[in-house]
């Protein structure tokens, strides 16, 4: 049963959290008849479901608020002002598909790769992702486009090391002895681990958080490391250092299941705890004792987020940390070892479900100079980085920009056509997490909003538009959600039908998960790669080393002494990446955008709190309320993030600072390696 009565006239949807977060949760949906139509009246964690266990965090519970937000957009519309002013008027679905085949035809018949697409993870799911959007780009022939803006570093990195995404089960760490959060703020954004990390200190384990800002988490771990951003690599093979100096080594593990010991140990014997303590601004002593817990408290589990992966070295960083359980043996218990994600573990069709095969041979480019931008599930004029350059290409007149979205964005101000999408309680959707072992199901819970369409229904309706004849493009949603998990040659791991009854399922693993217990790592070796010939082959050093920040004193003094500080802008609690920011109670919580910077710091430059500073570097500059506090440390500076630029006193938002170089491994932006100063305003 997709529902079932829960009091007279109410009825629950099983439903699915859409958002990019790694608890992907199991959601109840109350559903009233109010005037004949079908209302949302609540919204629950499944309390059923392993790792929601009924809880969902505070921005998804307020989920009803953003539905039926008085802001959303409910018909097509079409721009009649300047580009960026968000001026428009209503259009009918006809009008709007018919003119935007027409010009992306018109682009096509020129060269079809000049339609870019721009998407991520706006919806985490399946079928409002890329299934029909794909398909159709395929058809067209678009530029592809390189999705590198959050995971890829990590993602690279930990399949160059263990073979695939996956790690420690999260319904293990409540057995760690000594959990260790690098680059994470749990409580904001991995709230049912942190759950079970609580659970493990209440039967004593030990929390330790390795973060240049004192998060929520951070703040309620037992130890807190504030190390200076983009020196991840140099902490880990530090600890390395001092594992093998004292023998706190696994070697039976590390002889039978690992590949290139004696190149790591070359490696970490460039960092002694005197030369880790100077790159990463902490203590000598703290990675002694860091790498004495490592050993002796049995098991510990890493929780490495992508906190560290966005600075230039972060692909090393996170390899880097990959390789401390094999050399310590904690992969040996189910509740040791270390969890990025777990997406490697879904065995999906993309083949069919995106369609490779129309490309009928092409190759498009991967993005490049463009006509036509396609803009779904992303908000890149608030999100990318280096905004203002972004928003100039934005403002391009030739540039003929579609967005689809719930709300009148950043982005959405610059659409030539504005076309309203349904939410997660208005479709059905298919989502596998990647942070836990489960595959859920999306029930539609309400009909859309106004005149409002899944992503999958635009995308279909205009391929009908284009002339599109494929059957593929007269799919139904649940046609889409079922095959993604038919691999050619393999059992399917799921029935949609009986996902979308029950729910949620988990993949078909042991209880007990304990993945690399006994080796087994998909790598070409089948072996924990300490050296890597793949990442060699691509030119990369083979073995983890320390990258530093591009924009710091040992890269570019010069920069570092016209701009002092460093700025991470880490999620702020109550938003999700750019998602939430309009939902006013959330909104509220946060207040107006503002910077956080340590006391020394503030007293250096006269400033006091509640002041209004000016944070600038060549890129760019903003105008910021200062919070005086010592959770950030001395010379770092924290902008919570990431606000709708429009909903800020000045108009812009901390991407103004960041800049577009990419990571030493898998391309991705490095948000958090930038360099700014700070003065009153
Ligand atoms: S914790 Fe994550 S998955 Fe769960 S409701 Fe919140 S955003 Fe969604």
Same mark, same amino acid.
């Given at each position: 049963?997709?529902?079932?009565?829960?009091?007279?006239?109410?009825?629950?949807?099983?439903?699915?959290?859409?958002?990019?977060?790694?608890?992907?949760c199991?959601?109840?949906?109350?559903?009233?008849?109010?005037?004949?139509?079908?209302?949302?009246?609540?919204?629950?964690?499944?309390?059923?479901?392993?790792?929601?266990?009924?809880?969902?965090?505070?921005?998804?519970?307020?989920?009803?608020?953003?539905?039926?937000?008085?802001?959303?957009?409910?018909?097509?519309?079409?721009?009649?002002?300047?580009?960026?002013?968000?001026?428009?008027?209503?259009?009918?679905?006809?009008?709007?598909l018919?003119?935007?085949?027409?010009?992306?035809?018109?682009?096509?018949?020129?060269?079809?790769?000049?339609?870019?697409?721009?998407?991520?993870?706006?919806?985490?799911?399946?079928?409002?992702g890329?299934?029909?959007?794909?398909?159709?780009?395929?058809?067209?022939?678009?530029?592809?486009?390189?999705?590198?803006?959050?995971?890829?570093?990590?993602?690279?990195?930990?399949?160059?090391?263990?073979?695939?995404?996956?790690?420690?089960?999260?319904?293990?760490?409540?057995?760690?002895?000594?959990?260790?959060?690098?680059?994470?703020?749990?409580?904001?954004?991995?709230?049912?681990?942190?759950?079970?990390?609580?659970?493990a200190?209440?039967?004593?384990?030990?929390?330790?958080?390795?973060?240049?800002?004192?998060?929520?988490?951070?703040?309620?771990?037992?130890?807190?490391?504030?190390? &200076?951003? /983009?020196?991840?690599? %140099?902490? =880990?093979? #530090?600890?390395?250092?001092?594992?093998?100096?004292?023998?706190? *080594? $696994?070697?039976?593990?590390?002889?039978?299941?690992?590949?290139?010991?004696?190149?790591?140990?070359?490696?970490?014997?460039?960092?002694?705890?005197?030369?880790?303590?100077?790159?990463?601004?902490?203590?000598?002593?703290?990675?002694?004792?860091?790498?004495?817990?490592?050993?002796?408290?049995?098991?510990?589990?890493?929780?490495?987020?992508?906190?560290?992966?966005?600075?230039?070295?972060?692909?090393?960083?996170?390899?880097?940390?990959?390789?401390?359980?094999? &050399?310590? /043996?904690?992969w040996? %218990?189910? =509740?040791? #070892?270390?969890?990025?994600?777990?997406?490697?573990?879904?065995? *999906? $069709?993309?083949?069919?479900?995106?369609?490779?095969?129309?490309?009928?041979?092409?190759?498009?480019?991967?993005?490049?100079?463009?006509?036509?931008?396609?803009?779904?599930?992303?908000?890149?004029?608030?999100?990318?980085?280096?905004?203002?350059?972004?928003?100039?290409?934005?403002?391009?007149?030739?540039?003929?920009?579609?967005?689809?979205?719930?709300?009148?964005?950043?982005?959405?101000?610059?659409?030539?056509?504005?076309?309203?999408?349904?939410?997660?309680?208005?479709h059905?959707?298919?989502?596998?997490?990647?942070?836990?072992?489960?595959?859920?199901?999306?029930?539609?819970?309400?009909?859309?909003?106004?005149?409002?369409?899944?992503?999958?229904?635009i995308?279909?309706?205009?391929?009908?538009?284009?002339?599109?004849?494929?059957p593929?493009?007269?799919?139904s949603?649940?046609?889409?959600?079922?095959?993604?998990?038919?691999?050619?040659?393999?059992?399917?791991?799921?029935?949609?039908?009986?996902?979308?009854?029950?729910?949620?399922?988990?993949?078909?693993?042991?209880e007990?998960?304990?993945?690399?217990?006994?080796?087994?790592?998909?790598?070409?070796?089948?072996?924990?790669?300490?050296r890597?010939?793949?990442?060699?082959?691509?030119?990369?050093?083979?073995?983890?080393?320390?990258?530093?920040?591009n924009?710091?004193p040992?890269?570019?003094?010069?920069?570092?002494?016209?701009?002092?500080?460093?700025?991470?802008?880490?999620?702020?609690?109550?938003?999700?990446?750019?998602?939430?920011?309009?939902?006013?109670?959330?909104?509220?919580v946060?207040?107006?955008?503002?910077?956080?910077?340590?006391?020394?710091?503030?007293?250096?430059?006269?400033?006091?709190?509640?002041?209004?500073?000016?944070?600038?570097?060549?890129?760019?500059?903003?105008?910021?309320?200062?919070?005086?506090?010592?959770?950030?440390?001395?010379?770092?500076?924290?902008?919570?993030?990431?606000?709708?630029?429009?909903?800020?006193?000045?108009?812009?938002?901390?991407?103004?600072?960041?800049?577009?170089?990419?990571?030493?491994?898998?391309?991705?932006?490095?948000?958090?390696?930038?360099?700014?100063?700070?003065?009153?305003?």
């Amino acid at each position: 049963m997709t529902s079932s009565v829960a009091s007279p006239g109410a009825e629950i949807v099983r439903a699915a959290c859409p958002h990019d977060c790694p608890d992907t949760c199991a959601m109840l949906v109350t559903v009233e008849q109010r005037e004949g139509k079908r209302v949302a009246v609540k919204v629950v964690g499944d309390p059923d479901h392993p790792t929601t266990q009924g809880a969902l965090c505070t921005k998804v519970s307020r989920y009803l608020e953003r539905t039926y937000h008085p802001d959303r957009l409910l018909y097509p519309q079409k721009r009649i002002g300047p580009k960026g002013r968000g001026r428009f008027m209503r259009v009918s679905w006809g009008e709007a598909l018919a003119d935007i085949a027409a010009r992306l035809r018109t682009i096509a018949a020129i060269d079809p790769q000049r339609v870019v697409p721009y998407s991520y993870a706006g919806t985490m799911g399946l079928v409002q992702g890329e299934a029909m959007a794909a398909r159709f780009l395929h058809k067209l022939g678009a530029s592809f486009l390189d999705r590198t803006i959050c995971a890829t570093a990590g993602a690279e990195a930990i399949n160059a090391t263990l073979g695939t995404r996956t790690g420690t089960d999260l319904e293990q760490f409540q057995n760690a002895r000594l959990i260790v959060f690098w680059g994470t703020n749990a409580i904001a954004s991995n709230l049912h681990l942190w759950s079970r990390a609580q659970e493990a200190k209440r039967r004593g384990a030990k929390l330790i958080a390795i973060d240049p800002y004192r998060s929520q988490t951070a703040e309620k771990c037992q130890q807190h490391i504030a190390l &200076l951003p /983009g020196t991840d690599a %140099a902490l =880990a093979l #530090g600890i390395m250092n001092v594992l093998i100096a004292r023998d706190w *080594l $696994d070697h039976d593990y590390i002889a039978r299941y690992t590949l290139g010991f004696d190149e790591l140990a070359a490696r970490a014997r460039n960092f002694p705890p005197q030369r880790v303590a100077q790159l990463c601004g902490i203590d000598a002593d703290i990675v002694e004792s860091l790498a004495h817990d490592y050993w002796h408290i049995r098991p510990a589990a890493i929780r490495l987020n992508y906190g560290m992966q966005r600075a230039a070295g972060g692909g090393n960083a996170v390899r880097a940390v990959a390789c401390l359980p094999a &050399l310590a /043996g904690h992969w040996r %218990a189910a =509740a040791g #070892g270390v969890l990025l994600s777990t997406s490697g573990m879904f065995n *999906l $069709d993309n083949a069919a479900l995106h369609r490779p095969d129309l490309l009928a041979g092409r190759t498009p480019r991967t993005i490049n100079m463009s006509d036509a931008l396609i803009v779904y599930n992303s908000n890149p004029v608030a999100v990318a980085p280096q905004s203002r350059a972004v928003a100039a290409g934005f403002a391009r007149e030739d540039l003929f920009t579609v967005v689809l979205d719930h709300f009148q964005t950043d982005t959405a101000d610059y659409a030539d056509y504005l076309l309203p999408a349904t939410t997660q309680l208005e479709h059905v959707d298919v989502h596998r997490a990647y942070g836990h072992l489960y595959m859920l199901a999306n029930n539609a819970a309400i009909e859309p909003l106004g005149e409002a369409l899944p992503n999958s229904e635009i995308f279909r309706r205009l391929a009908r538009a284009m002339g599109f004849t494929e059957p593929c493009f007269r799919e139904s949603d649940d046609e889409i959600a079922s095959v993604a998990f038919k691999r050619a040659g393999t059992t399917a791991q799921f029935d949609w039908n009986s996902l979308k009854r029950s729910g949620w399922q988990r993949l078909a693993v042991a209880e007990i998960y304990a993945p690399f217990a006994h080796g087994n790592f998909p790598t070409p070796s089948g072996r924990c790669e300490f050296r890597s010939q793949q990442l060699a082959d691509l030119g990369i050093d083979p073995v983890p080393d320390y990258v530093p920040p591009n924009e710091g004193p040992v890269s570019n003094p010069e920069l570092a002494r016209r701009f002092p500080l460093a700025i991470i802008s880490p999620p702020a609690r109550n938003f999700l990446n750019s998602t939430f920011v309009n939902v006013a109670s959330l909104r509220a919580v946060d207040g107006e955008p503002s910077l956080e910077i340590h006391p020394l710091d503030a007293a250096a430059r006269a400033i006091s709190d509640g002041d209004r500073v000016r944070v600038f570097n060549d890129r760019g500059s903003l105008d910021l309320a200062a919070h005086v506090t010592d959770r950030a440390r001395r010379g770092v500076v924290v902008a919570l993030s990431i606000w709708w630029k429009k909903l800020a006193r000045d108009g812009k938002n901390a991407n103004e600072l960041t800049n577009q170089r990419l990571t030493d491994i898998g391309r991705a932006p490095t948000f958090y390696d930038c360099l700014v100063q700070v003065e009153r305003a």
